[in-house]
Every structure is written in C-alpha cells, then in structure tokens.
C-alpha cells in the first residue's frame, strides 16, 4: 500500500480540491460568455458580458494558484527531507485563498454599481484594473498569503549551502510572487502610469514569477516520474530560469506600446519579446530527453499528459503564438482583438493550468491511497480539454484575423453591426469546442474528485506491436521531435508574416486576401501539427506498455531516496 513519507503532504489536498472546483466554475462562465458572444441579448442585464468575463479571468488566475501552491506543498517535503514548517499557517493560507475568491466574486457587483470604497486615497472595495480588481482590502490579504508561502517554503528548504537548482528555482519564485505584488498595492492617478506599474505585476507574475515557478515544478515532478538525474534536470532548470529572466524582464516592454510610454520601448520591446520563446524551447527540449532516458513504461499517464500538454501548449501559445503578436508592427493590429485571447488561452491554461492538473493526478492517487487507478477516464479527459482548446484558439485567431481587417483596416462600425456578422461564424464555434472543452473538464474533476472512493481496477497491460508494424508508435527519436518542432516554428512564422501583412498598401487599400490566406494556412497548420505531435510523443511512450504492470504511482520512499540521491 502506498504510503507518504511526510505527513503534512496532506496540507496539499485542500489546494487541489479548491483547485479543481474553481476550475469548474470559471468554465462555467467561459461558457456563458462564449454564448453571449453569439447571441449578446443573452442574461442580459442580470450577468452582463463584462461581469461574466471579469469572473471568468479571476477565476482562473485563482485557481491557477491554489494549484501551484498545491503542488509546492506537495514536493516541498520531498525535495527538502523534511515536514513542512509552520503547517497552521498553511490552514490559514488556505482559509484566506477562499475569503479572496468570495471576494473576487463579491466586487463585480461593486463595480458595477461604481462602488470603490475610497479612503485615504486608495480604492479599498474595488479598483476597476483587469486582473487586479478586487480593491486595497483584498490585495492586503493576498501580499500576507504570499509572504506566508515565501515563509513556508524558505523555512521548509534546507541551508542555502545545501540548495541544488530547483531549490533555488522555487526559492526565488515564492520570493519574487511576494515582491512583485507589491507594485499593485498603490493607487496612481494618471492612467498611462498606472498601466504601467499594472503591467508590472501582470506581465512580472506570469512571464517572470509563474515562469520560473513552473519550469522548476515540471523538472522535479520529472525527476519523481522518470527517475531522471537531478543533476541533469537542474541544469535544465537553471539555464530555463536564466533566460526567462533575460528576456522576460525587458520583453515586459512590449506592454507598454501604446499607453503613452516612451517610442523607444517599440524597439526593446520587440527585441527582447522575440527572445522569450528561448527558454519555452529549452524546456520543451528537456521534457523530450527526461522521458526518453529509460524507456520504462510509463507509470502513470494522465499526469504525464498533463505534464507533457502543460510544456508543448506553453511553447505554441506563449512561445510561438506570444512571438507572432509582440513586435510593434504586428501588436498594433493584434492587440486588443481576438487575436490576444487565442495565444491568451493556450498559454494561460495549457502553460499553468495543466501543470496544476497534472500535479493533482500525481499527488492525489498517493494522498488518497488509491495506487490501482484506472487511467482511462484521466487519459480521456487530456484529449478532450487538449483538442477543445486547440479548438478555443483556433475560432478566436481566425475570428481575430477578420476582426482586424473589418475593424481596425476598414474601420466599419462595430457597435453598428457591420463586424458582427462577419464574424459569426467563428463566434459559433467558441461555444461548440466549448462544449468539448467542458466535457473534459468535467471527466477530470469527477475522476480527481472520487479517487479513492471508486472501485479501481486499471485493466491489463496488452503487449504493444512492434514498431515496424505501426511506425506511429514507434521510438520517437530526437531528430523527429526536432522536425516537428521546427514545423511548428514555421507555421508560426507563416502567421507573423499574415499579421505583418496588414501594413501594406494593398491590403490597407481594401484586399485582404494575403492576410486571410496566411492566416488560413498558418493557425490551422500550428494547431493541427501541434495535436498530431503530442498524439505521436504519448504513442511512442504507450508502446512501451508491453512490459509487466507496475504500480500506477512510485512509492513515496522511493521518491524521496532517489531525490537524496
């Protein structure tokens, strides 16, 4: 029977179940608001399309979180030989996240009514900023919550002398997660300078903080899977952080184009954003070389998938899809349309949201002593919330492509109905590969959820056919990976070149065959090369299946010795 090694692991399950029960919710009202889209008449003046939307981009920054901090504290013991310090501070953390999201909740209501609560010159109630806007009271809330983590996590970690790289990747994280808070806790009042500092917090959180936080987190839930040379991973993990903060710091520039910053920041901000991806590729590279090192079968797959979605996912929509829209002549079309929401969708959830996904699926079969699993469900639910986004992205980068023509090179009306119908079509199929999105989620939620409360009988392995009868399946070597890599490279530079096409003559003169046709060829090749990769990297791992069953999880102790090791 499975056993954890350290007891307060069990702090971490709380997290993952407020984790996937926000996650629920926020697809719920992405859902809504997908609808809305189609139909705008829709709950009219009782959840208005603002409020929904706001709801929805809280909902899965939060949610986002209670699944990092999960998985912190899941691996914290593990990767520092020791019980977590301070665990009723951890209860209490967990008590404050629940406060901050009723709360989030609560002050749309506000907002709406334009309530803010002023006093001392600071908005306490609420402060009306995208991401940031449930007001001085909670934001006060939150900078304790993420000093109390910085804390745990500091106090947890052996002497600094003793840090191997992924210490020092999550050490900085938490610390960084606190610092960069900061810059939201203060009022401005001139507009241009307040998004400035907004995008401080904004752009410094998730292309700096939750960076870093992630590329250690996947690199230790590596060296746990695959029993992968720490060594090895560290140094993937340290040369990840570097660059991320190389490019990610100034490539923060690409924010500030147009809200009354400096022209210089164009230059810089385009320089240093088309450097971001480097790091996205290096970790991208890395999870191909750690799953491949030992050729063992794969223990437990949904976590793997999640794990293996969470890096490609991160690499087209952050890394390819980030690239194609953050140099100036490019982000003036594509800023502000629907353009942003694809690459925002695919980053965001597939980045982040996946990691906390497959954390839950590694963690909660140990928590809950349920080493039998049948990985079917999970496996499902991984295609089902993989190809439903890919799907999500799709109608909003061919939607956006038309948005910008109509609207921002033809300039026709877009509260008078001209764009609206040209965009119809796309605006449908949101809410279709909603559906197909939701589905997934709800089979992974119920499959997390009732672990250990379900009869589980994982079904026997078959024996794989051999490679040369079913070439798919087959060893997928590193030359290959790096083929379909450098497809996804060029179909993302087939849609650079779209967007950038919307600056000549022509095309501003009323002909937007070049753009649309690029944009044809480019967003449906990146997604579909994309799917066909991932089925094809799970293909060549589920081959390896012909060896005996083993245990669906690793025993903790094992773990916990090749960690030391």
């Not at 209501?109 to 991401?131: H, I, K, N, S, T």
């Not at 502000?336 to 906390?356: D, E, I, R, Y």
């Not at 794989?464 to 179909?491: S, V």
Request: hydrophobic content about 55%; glycine content about 10%.
């Amino acid at each position: 029977m499975i056993q954890i090694e350290y007891r307060t692991q069990r702090l971490s399950r709380p997290f993952f179940v407020l984790m996937l029960v926000l996650f629920l919710f926020q697809v719920g009202f992405g859902l809504l608001i997908a609808a809305q889209h189609v139909d705008p008449r829709l709950l009219s003046g009782v959840l208005n399309f603002n409020i929904l939307r706001a709801e929805h981009t809280n909902l899965g920054i939060l949610w986002i979180l209670s699944g990092f901090i999960g998985t912190i504290l899941f691996v914290g013991p593990l990767l520092s030989r020791r019980e977590l310090a301070a665990p009723w501070l951890i209860r209490i953390l967990f008590y404050a996240l629940i406060a901050v999201t009723l709360w989030n909740v609560a002050t749309q209501a506000l907002a709406a009514e334009g309530v803010a609560g002023w006093w001392l010159g600071q908005p306490w109630l609420q402060e009306g900023l995208e991401y940031l806007e449930a007001g001085r009271a909670a934001d006060v809330v939150i900078l304790i919550g993420f000093a109390v983590l910085c804390y745990v996590v500091l106090r947890t970690f052996p002497a600094i002398r003793d840090w191997n790289e992924i210490h020092w990747g999550l050490g900085l994280g938490v610390t960084a997660l606190t610092l960069v808070w900061v810059f939201g806790m203060f009022f401005v009042e001139r507009l241009d300078v307040q998004e400035y500092f907004r995008w401080y917090v904004v752009h410094y959180w998730v292309e700096g903080v939750w960076e870093v936080i992630h590329i250690s987190l996947v690199g230790f839930l590596l060296v746990l899977m695959f029993k992968a040379d720490v060594k090895a991973v560290g140094y993937a993990v340290f040369w990840g952080v570097a660059m991320v903060w190389l490019s990610g710091l100034i490539g923060n520039a690409h924010h500030y184009f147009w809200v009354g910053t400096p022209e210089f920041w164009q230059f810089w901000g385009s320089l240093f954003s088309a450097l971001e991806p480097l790091p996205l590729v290096f970790c991208f590279w890395h999870i191909y070389l750690d799953a491949h090192q030992d050729r063992k079968p794969l223990e437990n797959a949904p976590a793997f998938y999640f794990i293996l979605g969470s890096v490609v996912l991160e690499q087209v929509g952050a890394g390819i899809l980030g690239f194609t829209m953050t140099f100036a002549l490019t982000n003036v079309w594509s800023h502000g349309t629907w353009v942003t929401p694809s690459h925002a969708h695919l980053a965001l959830f597939g980045t982040f949201g996946m990691l906390g996904i497959a954390a839950a699926y590694y963690a909660l079969p140990i928590l809950r002593k349920a080493a039998g699993f049948d990985q079917r469900l999970g496996k499902l639910a991984f295609w089902l919330v993989f190809t439903g986004m890919l799907g999500i992205a799709f109608g909003f980068a061919i939607g956006g492509t038309v948005q910008v023509f109509q609207y921002r090179t033809l300039g026709l009306d877009w509260f008078g109905g001209d764009v609206f119908p040209a965009m119809q079509f796309y605006k449908a199929l949101i809410p279709l590969f909603g559906l197909v999105f939701t589905v997934g989620a709800g089979l992974l939620v119920f499959d997390l959820l009732t672990l250990g409360l379900r009869a589980h009988r994982a079904p026997a392995l078959q024996p794989a056919r051999p490679a040369t009868a079913m070439r798919w399946a087959g060893t997928l070597h590193g030359f290959e990976a790096g083929l379909w890599l450098m497809g996804m490279w060029i179909f993302g530079a087939v849609i650079t070149l779209g967007l950038l096409s919307f600056n000549l003559p022509t095309v501003q003169a009323g002909d937007p065959t070049l753009p649309y046709l690029l944009a044809g060829l480019g967003y449906p090749g990146l997604l579909l090369i994309t799917l066909l990769f991932v089925w094809r990297f799970l293909r060549s791992l589920d081959a390896r299946q012909h060896s005996p069953a083993r245990a669906a999880v690793p025993e903790a102790a094992t773990q916990a010795a090749h960690v030391a090791a």
